[in-house]
């Protein structure tokens, strides 16, 4: 009899997610949950179908292509296990249930007991072992994580959902007549679904148009080029050792390159008995000339925790300013409009902790302080003089020009002088991240993350000019924000000192540019920090390329923007009334659906991640923040239910 009613059972409702990363598997958790609470725990509440999820991804679930376990083991998270969840918990504001579960740090203290059963690989025991709050995981120590998660969101499943892995690639999609969408895979099969979901993450991009000049250049005279690229996944192993190596980016992509191309090739940092690392040279390692925008690298991670409580935040950034400048109606402008608020948020962070946490060294009652400075605008005489009253010591002021560009106005007489500044720089660096005499930077951290929560759901809005927005929001405070508040572990930074001592590094300084030099068949770089200019027969770009659906590499993308499955977001500049693309999938923001290009959404076809319209910094979550990510994975899993339960 059961036999004959699971025969007669309609066919599931299908749905397709195109990237089984954590994206994918939170808004598998997502459906799970609401699921599970939309149909009754007992599940009496049936709908006339189930739900058959079929995740699509030529990397294993959980972890995805970024963060799946085959990579390297030289390559480290920059975040803390303590700040790394894929759970969400009661600061989440959503209609969906609260389905708790242990961040990267608990999962890490429970796996220790039996790391097999927590489907821990043996080669990472003596890492689990020794791992603390406060250390920074391998990314193959966070995959294992995240295919626990996903083993466990898919072991839970309820009554009527089931889940099925496709390890392989989608290559289109479809709109059939009746509504459903043929999923395209890249081996012949096909996937109907009644949803879609893409969750892509980052789009890889040929190079632009100022790339192919360097490109052909380097064809031309057998030289070696690496465009913008995501590090793990390209092949270094053409950039030979002993030679000159331009490199242009001093982030995370710097960061990962350092480490391949040094010790990933044989070479080894050794503790030093007066503290610090030194390091002892393969040989084969290039010889990295290395500059940026800025000049030096990102901050590193802050190596402790507030002494006291944190200051209350937001407070002069928040939710009723962004509406009363969106209800004046003028476009707005990043740097003229929000920057102000901004920037007053960032030091009402930092003063507030340096306030609490050190009062011998401010002059003012905290009280006197917090109205004037309530009542101040930023950046104005007054202010400076507040401060200035306020605060003796210069080095406890926030100077947010001199934190974003630390070289602009310096000039030296050479690589060697830069050299040394730069290291007094990191050095310095070093010391105040791990410090708590200096907690006032992390007041600021604070704030700054505060920040990001109100401004997100702002720019998404259409509310500020494109213009700005594409080159205030999504180029220089991206950049700002990652800058300070993503950078690597302290370690990495020890590291690069010590190869800078071993005269692996050097360091070229700000707006570096590198010329292509016709008569010598050679990169030149050079930097507006010193009149040095390096030659060389290699130029790596370190740094991930600027999302474009036009110029995409992955074929779904390709064929479903030609097909006009999807079009791409472009911003309008007001002031003269054209457009330019942003290069990310334009999105409804309110539920994730696709917009076509007549403007319509697509009923089916969702999209979420760092590169669609709903922008976010693609970093992972941290616990008890109210994350962006959790609300949307939340709010798209429950559209995709509803167009299963509103069926006759």
Not at 71 to 80: A, D, E, G, K, T
Not at 231 to 252: M, Q
Not at 413 to 431: A, C, F, P, Q, T
């Amino acid at each position: 009899m059961r036999d004959r009613e699971q025969a007669d059972a309609p066919e599931p409702f299908e749905v397709a997610v195109i990237g089984a990363g954590p994206r994918g598997v939170g808004v598998l958790e997502r459906l799970a949950a609401n699921l599970g609470e939309t149909l009754g725990e007992d599940g009496t509440r049936e709908p006339r179908r189930g739900i058959r999820v079929h995740l699509v991804d030529p990397h294993p679930p959980g972890g995805g292509r970024i963060w799946r376990y085959r990579q390297s083991p030289l390559l480290r998270m920059n975040s803390m296990p303590e700040d790394v969840t894929m759970y969400t918990d009661e600061t989440v504001v959503m209609d969906g249930p609260v389905r708790p579960g242990p961040s990267l740090h608990e999962w890490a203290a429970a796996a220790r007991a039996d790391p097999r059963h927590f489907g821990v690989p043996g080669e990472l025991d003596a890492e689990l072992a020794a791992l603390g709050a406060d250390g920074f995981p391998t990314r193959r120590l966070q995959s294992a994580y995240l295919d626990w998660v996903y083993r466990r969101v898919a072991d839970t499943l309820p009554s009527g959902m089931e889940v099925r892995i496709h390890t392989t690639r989608a290559v289109d999609i479809v709109d059939r007549a009746d509504g459903t969408q043929l999923v395209v895979l890249d081996h012949g099969a096909a996937v109907v679904a009644d949803a879609v979901l893409l969750t892509i993450g980052h789009i890889d991009a040929e190079p632009g148009a100022e790339f192919g000049e360097v490109a052909g250049f380097a064809r031309r005279h057998g030289l070696i080029h690496h465009p913008p690229g995501y590090t793990a996944d390209v092949d270094y192993s053409d950039v030979p050792g002993g030679e000159p190596a331009i490199v242009r980016g001093l982030g995370l992509a710097f960061v990962d390159l350092m480490l391949l191309l040094t010790e990933g090739r044989g070479g080894r940092f050794t503790e030093q008995p007066c503290g610090g690392l030194r390091y002892l040279p393969s040989g084969r390692e290039p010889l990295l000339y290395v500059g940026s925008g800025r000049g030096v690298p990102y901050h590193a991670k802050t190596g402790y925790r507030f002494p006291g409580e944190p200051p209350e935040l937001p407070r002069f950034f928040r939710g009723e300013t962004v509406d009363e400048l969106v209800r004046s109606g003028v476009p707005l402008d990043f740097h003229r409009d929000l920057w102000p608020h901004i920037a007053k948020e960032l030091a009402w962070g930092h003063y507030a902790e340096l306030f609490g946490a050190h009062p011998d060294r401010v002059r003012l009652p905290f009280e006197s302080f917090a109205r004037a400075f309530a009542e101040t605008e930023w950046d104005t005489p007054r202010m400076r003089a507040l401060v200035e009253r306020a605060v003796p010591a210069e080095s406890d002021r926030l100077d947010l020009r001199s934190l974003d560009r630390p070289l602009a106005g310096l000039r030296f007489s050479g690589i060697e002088e830069l050299g040394k500044h730069v290291r007094d720089y990191i050095e310095s660096d070093l010391s105040r991240r791990a410090d708590p005499h200096f907690s006032a930077d992390l007041g600021m951290f604070a704030a700054l993350l505060s920040v990001m929560g109100t401004l997100l759901p702002l720019v998404s809005t259409g509310a500020v000019d494109g213009r700005s927005m594409l080159t205030d929001v999504d180029r220089w405070w991206f950049g700002f924000f990652s800058y300070i508040a993503s950078g690597p572990p302290p370690r990495r930074l020890a590291e690069l000192l010590a190869l800078q001592e071993a005269g692996i590094v050097t360091f070229l300084g700000a707006d570096t540019r590198v010329d292509l030099v016709e008569e010598s068949g050679t990169f030149r770089a050079g930097s507006d920090s010193v009149p040095d200019t390096v030659d060389a027969a290699t130029l790596i770009e370190a740094r991930l390329p600027e999302p474009s659906l036009r110029r995409s590499v992955d074929p779904l993308l390709r064929h479903l923007l030609a097909g006009g499955g999807l079009t791409e977001e472009t911003l309008r500049y007001n002031g003269s009334g054209s457009t330019v693309p942003s290069g990310r999938i334009r999105t409804r923001v309110a539920d994730g659906r696709v917009v076509r290009p007549d403007g319509q959404v697509h009923p089916r076809r969702f999209a979420l991640g760092p590169h669609t319209t709903a922008r976010s910094p693609g970093a992972f979550t941290r616990p008890r923040t109210n994350a962006a990510s959790f609300r949307h994975n939340d709010r798209v899993a429950r559209e995709i239910l509803a167009l299963l339960l509103e069926e006759p």
